[in-house]
């Protein structure tokens, strides 16, 4: 028999939302930002600098809902990970998500009020938002204040080092963001976590 669980929070779902819209922002007016010249951008070059700095402190805003709403809610436990058995569970859900999805195979850890996310989906999870995320806003803020920059870090530009962490970063978050799409998908139905995300109910079994 199946069941409905509420398991995103409303406070979850509007982080998710923004974060959401303000990475696609960021992304767009990156790109532009990247690969513009004197002759073309993609975006008005100025129009993409106020798009890329509002996102970019939106971002860190509501980062700060996700971060303390982890603290001092249940949903922080989601994102503990168990070392013991790790490689072994990474490998059952990779199997899955190859070849065992498209034959129609039970998931390997199906979704229940305890088990959130799969193994794969926590991992891929906090390194987005424990790892990327943060190192990304920060190297954001210190391009737009340069000057609290180390001139130099073992005789390299500070500011070319922060620049190229900044874009590894955004660079990590795109290819994380691509693959989220196209896992999501893979639900109870194509749509089913896409429902999940916005509605915050989950069916399982
Ligand atoms: C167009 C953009 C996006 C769409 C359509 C989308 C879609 C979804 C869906 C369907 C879920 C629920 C299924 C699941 O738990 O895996 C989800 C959850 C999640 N997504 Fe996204 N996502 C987007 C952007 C992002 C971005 C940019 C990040 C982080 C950088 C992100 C991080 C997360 C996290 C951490 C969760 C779990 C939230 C929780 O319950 O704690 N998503 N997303």
Known sequence: MSENIYFYPLWTRIWH????VFCLLLIFSGFSLQYSNPEF?????RLAVSMH?????????????????NIFTENGKYYRLKFKGLRM??????????YGFFLNEKSPFPVSKTNKFNPLQQISYIVATYLALPLLFVTGWALMFPEFILKQFLGISGIFLTAQLHVVMAFLITLFLIIHLYVSTMGKSPLSNFKSIITGWQKVH
């Open 89 to 98: 569970r990474l490998w059952k859900q990779l199997r899955y998500y190859a």
């Open 53 to 69: 700095n509002f996102s970019g402190i939106a971002l860190t805003i509501s980062y700060l809902l996700f971060f303390t709403g």
């Open 17 to 20: 939302g923004f974060n959401a």
């Open 41 to 45: 951008s993609f975006i008005n070059f």
